[in-house]
């Protein structure tokens, strides 16, 4: 059973920075697909990042390109996102999320995580 736990949000200040992490555990990720969503206040879940666990291939919502960054440290089975120059429009509970898909990962992925709350202020 695969299990993802995020940690790191919280409350910033707009134009900072915040790092979430995501633990995986529970199977051999070696072959996932990892990715990161969002879902603010009264709107949809959104595609935030993904990246594949062994090729390093990656992808961004539009939302966040050019300023979010997702990377993966395969000794922690741990993926992060590094969220820069932040927007009041960036708060929402972010979701970390697992597929064995390419195409799933960014849409209808298989595995999520709880979620953790950002908050930015303007």
């Known amino acids: 059973q695969v299990q993802l736990v995020e940690s790191g949000g919280g409350l910033a200040q707009a134009g900072g920075s915040l790092r979430l992490s995501c633990a995986a555990s529970?199977?051999?990720?070696?072959?996932?697909?990892m990715g990161w969503f969002r879902q603010a206040p009264g709107k949809e879940r959104e595609f935030a990042a993904a990246?594949?666990?062994?090729?390093?291939?990656?992808n961004y919502g539009d939302s966040v390109k050019g300023r979010f960054t997702i990377s993966k440290d395969n000794a922690k089975n741990t993926v992060y996102l590094q969220m820069n120059d932040l927007k009041p429009e960036d708060t929402a509970v972010y979701y970390c999320?697992?597929?064995?898909?390419?195409?799933?990962?960014?849409?209808?992925?298989?595995?999520w995580g709880q979620g953790t709350r950002v908050t930015v202020s303007s």
């Open positions: 999320a697992a597929d064995n898909t390419r195409a799933k990962v960014s849409t209808t992925p298989a595995h």
């Open positions: 990246i594949s666990w062994g090729g390093g291939i990656t």
């Open positions: 529970g199977r051999t990720f070696s072959n996932y697909f």
